[in-house]
């Protein structure tokens, strides 16, 4: 089985810091995906939306601490692995009493970051059934130069757009700053099936299939009242998805 690969948030409010912190998970093979946040509260809404695996988070921040924000996410379902990440030793028994899965110094050194992603990967392994795959229930999208948060299944059908991806939904559509492979990943668990390589489709939705005389497939969406073709190389996988011969 392929090993999943760990989606982390940098929680920091210097840039600096973020930035080297970054560049130090990118080059472990681990970690698939990295995220930033400069403060608690836009790490909060980056949590809900994206629902990463692992936070590495400062403790002196302005406004909400790291301390804070770590008491806040122990109310989630299924919180993230927290790995503090601070130049102050004096928190550390507070940190592993809200089950921190490891306290490091910084600056910090890739051997010691690598010790860390050890025991974040030893904490998942042990609480993800079966794929590990964590359902997204909503999505970070933005229209018109403002940030929004939507359900997925208000979600129809997804088209790539280069490096960003285009969402439809029957109230009107969204720009996503993640390509559509990586929307695939983490959609798949929620009812969403890729059918050519530049759409999704909300299995949901999908009300008709058309198929040409040639062969060629297309769903029908009665929501947004669009077809979406369906490439040859995926259509054996999505008839059997839809049940159809």
Same mark, same amino acid.
């Given at each position: 089985?392929?090993?999943?690969?760990?989606?982390?948030?940098?929680?920091?409010?210097?840039?600096?810091?973020?930035?080297?912190?970054?560049?130090?998970?990118?080059?472990?093979?681990?970690?698939?995906?990295?995220?930033?946040?400069?403060?608690?509260?836009?790490?909060?809404?980056?949590?809900?939306?994206?629902?990463?695996?692992?936070?590495?988070?400062?403790?002196?921040?302005?406004?909400?601490?790291?301390?804070?924000?770590?008491?806040?996410?122990?109310?989630?379902?299924?919180?993230?692995?927290?790995?503090?990440?601070?130049?102050?030793?004096?928190?550390?028994?507070?940190?592993?009493?809200?089950?921190?899965?490891?306290?490091?110094?910084?600056?910090v050194e890739t051997n010691r970051l690598s010790k860390a992603l050890?025991?974040?990967?030893?904490? #998942?392994?042990?609480? %993800?059934?079966?794929?590990? =795959?964590?359902?997204?229930? $909503?999505? *970070?999208? /933005?229209?018109? !130069?403002?940030?929004?948060?939507?359900?997925?299944?208000?979600?129809?059908?997804?088209?790539?757009?280069?490096?960003?991806?285009?969402?439809?939904?029957?109230?009107?559509?969204?720009?996503?700053?993640?390509?559509?492979?990586?929307?695939?990943?983490?959609?798949?668990?929620?009812?969403?099936?890729?059918?050519?390589?530049?759409?999704?489709?909300?299995?949901?939705?999908?009300?008709?299939?058309?198929?040409?005389?040639?062969?060629?497939?297309? #769903?029908?969406?009665? %929501?947004?009242?669009?077809? =979406?073709?369906?490439?040859? $190389?995926? *259509?054996? /996988?999505?008839? !059997?998805?839809?049940?159809?011969?």
């Amino acid at each position: 089985m392929t090993q999943q690969l760990l989606s982390a948030l940098i929680v920091d409010d210097e840039p600096p810091i973020r930035a080297e912190l970054r560049y130090l998970l990118e080059q472990d093979s681990r970690v698939g995906t990295v995220s930033e946040a400069g403060n608690g509260t836009e790490a909060v809404e980056r949590i809900l939306a994206d629902r990463p695996d692992a936070i590495f988070l400062d403790i002196q921040m302005p406004g909400m601490s790291g301390i804070k924000l770590a008491e806040t996410l122990k109310n989630l379902k299924t919180p993230p692995a927290v790995v503090f990440v601070t130049a102050f030793s004096e928190h550390a028994a507070t940190a592993f009493e809200l089950d921190a899965v490891d306290y490091v110094m910084k600056p910090v050194e890739t051997n010691r970051l690598s010790k860390a992603l050890d025991k974040i990967t030893a904490k #998942l392994s042990s609480g %993800r059934p079966g794929t590990g =795959v964590e359902r997204t229930h $909503r999505l *970070a999208v /933005e229209r018109g !130069g403002s940030r929004a948060f939507i359900p997925v299944s208000d979600i129809c059908y997804i088209e790539a757009r280069a490096d960003y991806s285009q969402v439809i939904c029957p109230g009107g559509e969204y720009l996503v700053n993640e390509s559509i492979s990586e929307l695939e990943r983490r959609l798949t668990e929620d009812g969403f099936i890729r059918v050519h390589r530049s759409y999704i489709v909300n299995v949901d939705d999908v009300h008709d299939v058309e198929v040409s005389r040639g062969g060629l497939i297309e #769903l029908r969406l009665d %929501r947004v009242d669009a077809s =979406v073709p369906v490439s040859r $190389r995926r *259509a054996t /996988e999505v008839k !059997g998805r839809l049940g159809i011969g």
